[in-house]
C-alpha cells in the first residue's frame, strides 16, 4: 500500500526541479549602431541571443542565421558564434550566458526560437534585477564578470536565478507544446484589443506632438478608464509610454547618425531641442550627446 507523506494531516505535493542554473557569467543590454561587427568568440559555457529591436545576423560552427526582432538563439558551450548587423537597422540585444549542470539544457542546442510574451516578461524582470544588484555597465561588450553593488539585493540575485529558470521553462514548453492555450475572457480580449488600438496609433504618431485629450479623441475612448488599464498592461501612463517611443525613435536616429540633435528634436515634434534633451536625459539616463559617445565606442 502506497502511504504518501502528511504534514499536519495535509498531503504535500512535491516540486521537482525541470532545469537549473548553477551560476551567472554575463548579463548584457547592447544598442548597437547599424553597422556594427563583432568578430566571435567561444567560451566553456551557454549563451543566448535575444533580439529585442532590429535584426542580426549570427554565425555558428554549423552555419548562418538571421535572427528578427522577438527571436532567440542559443549557444552551445565551446561554439563559435559572432554577430553582424545589416547596415540598415540598428539592433537592441540581450545577451546572457550562465552555466548549467542541468541534462534538459541540451533542449536548447541548435535552436532559434520565437519568444512569447510570458517569456519577455520574465526576461524584463532578469535585466531589472540586474540593473539592481550589478555595478556593471550591462552594455560594455567588453565585460568578463558582473560586479556586485556596494549594496547589493540578494533577493535581486534569487529573482535573477529563479526568473531564469522560469524563462528557460516557458521556452521548452513553448516549443515542445503548441496545444496549451491560455484562454481569456471576453473582457480581458476587449481590453486587450483597445491597448493594442492606442498602442498602434501612438507609434504612427510619434513624430508628432499629441496631448492625452488628442488621443482619447482621435482614439473614441474615455479617459480614466483607458488610463488605468493602459498603466495596467504596459506599466506606464498614455502620455509617458508616448515619450518613450519617441525618446526609442530618437535614440535610432542618434545611431543612425544622419541627423544633428536639432533635427532629431523637431522631427520627433520637440519646441526644442533644450526640452528635448531634457526628456532624454530623464528617460536614458544620460545626455543625447553622452549616449552618442556610447554608441561610438563600439566602433572604436
Not at 21 to 40: L, M, R
Not at 187 to 193: L, T
Not at 276 to 287: A, D, E, L, P, T
Amino acid at each position: 500500500m502506497d502511504m504518501k507523506k502528511t504534514i499536519s494531516g495535509f498531503i504535500p505535493t512535491e516540486l521537482p526541479k525541470s532545469i537549473d542554473v548553477d551560476e551567472i557569467i554575463t548579463i548584457h543590454y547592447f544598442e548597437y549602431p547599424k553597422d556594427f561587427f563583432f568578430k566571435g568568440e567561444s567560451h566553456e559555457f551557454w549563451e543566448f541571443l535575444y533580439v529585442d529591436k532590429g535584426e542580426v545576423t549570427v554565425s555558428t560552427d554549423d552555419g548562418e542565421y538571421h535572427l528578427k526582432q522577438g527571436q532567440i538563439i542559443f549557444h552551445r558551450p565551446n561554439e563559435f558564434h559572432n554577430v553582424i548587423c545589416n547596415g540598415a537597422i540598428a539592433p537592441n540585444l540581450v545577451v546572457v550566458s550562465f552555466t548549467s549542470s542541468s541534462s534538459r539544457i541540451n533542449f536548447f542546442d541548435h535552436k532559434i526560437l520565437d519568444v512569447c510574451n510570458r517569456a519577455k516578461s520574465l526576461l524584463n524582470i532578469i535585466l531589472y534585477e540586474a540593473r539592481l544588484c550589478f555595478e556593471t555597465d550591462l552594455a560594455d561588450p567588453y565585460c568578463k564578470g558582473l560586479v556586485l553593488s556596494e549594496n547589493f539585493d540578494g533577493e535581486s540575485l534569487s529573482l535573477i536565478r529563479a526568473s531564469l529558470e522560469a524563462f528557460l521553462i516557458q521556452l521548452i514548453r513553448q516549443e515542445s507544446d503548441d496545444k496549451v492555450n491560455f484562454t481569456s475572457s471576453i473582457h480581458d480580449k476587449e481590453n486587450k484589443s483597445r491597448i493594442d488600438f492606442v498602442s498602434s496609433y501612438l507609434k504612427e504618431n510619434v513624430e508628432n506632438n499629441l496631448t492625452l485629450d488628442m488621443v482619447c479623441s482621435d482614439c473614441g475612448i474615455g479617459k480614466s478608464a483607458i488610463q488605468k488599464i493602459f498603466k495596467e498592461q504596459k506599466g506606464w501612463s498614455i502620455m509617458e509610454y508616448y515619450y518613450r517611443l519617441k525618446i526609442d525613435r530618437a535614440k535610432l536616429l542618434i545611431k543612425e547618425g544622419n541627423m544633428n540633435f536639432s533635427s532629431i528634436s523637431q522631427v520627433l515634434g520637440y519646441s526644442s531641442v533644450h526640452y528635448f534633451s531634457r526628456q532624454f536625459k530623464k528617460i536614458v539616463g544620460m545626455s543625447p550627446r553622452e549616449y552618442s559617445k556610447t554608441i561610438d565606442s563600439y566602433k572604436d
